[in-house]
């Protein structure tokens, strides 16, 4: 019933912005926290960002002072702002929430993914 859709990933030289989107639907009663993982070539899945329900945002170190999450709840969906981007941040971004659908219990939901390429 609920799905996560992203978009806003693309190829962008280094020292370049983007702007990814992802926006929850479907039979949505309320969602808590959101974020974005991302997962490069021969390394682990990590998590970038994280946004709670009352807008408290963390980051993993590397991207502190680039990157910016937030959250239009009035849209369902959750923004990162990426600025001055290198070449290690190449990876496919995957965004998810912990969304309560109606009549089942919370849970998380994840998109399929967005392939963001940071060329040099």
């Known amino acids: 019933q609920v799905q996560l859709v992203e978009s806003g990933g693309g190829l962008v030289q280094a020292g370049g912005s983007l702007r990814l989107s992802c926006a929850a639907s479907?039979?949505?009663?309320?969602?808590?926290?959101m974020g974005w993982y991302r997962q490069a070539p021969g390394r682990q899945r990590e998590l970038v960002a994280y946004i709670s329900r009352g807008g408290s945002a963390n980051y993993v170190d590397s991207v502190k002072g680039r990157f910016t999450i937030s959250r239009d709840d009035a849209k369902n969906t959750v923004y990162l702002q990426m600025n001055s981007l290198k070449p290690e941040d190449t990876a496919v971004y995957y965004c998810y929430a912990y969304v309560k659908p109606l009549g089942t219990p919370l849970s998380s939901y994840w998109g399929r993914g967005t392939q963001v390429t940071v060329s040099s």
């Open positions: 479907g039979s949505i009663f309320s969602i808590n926290d």
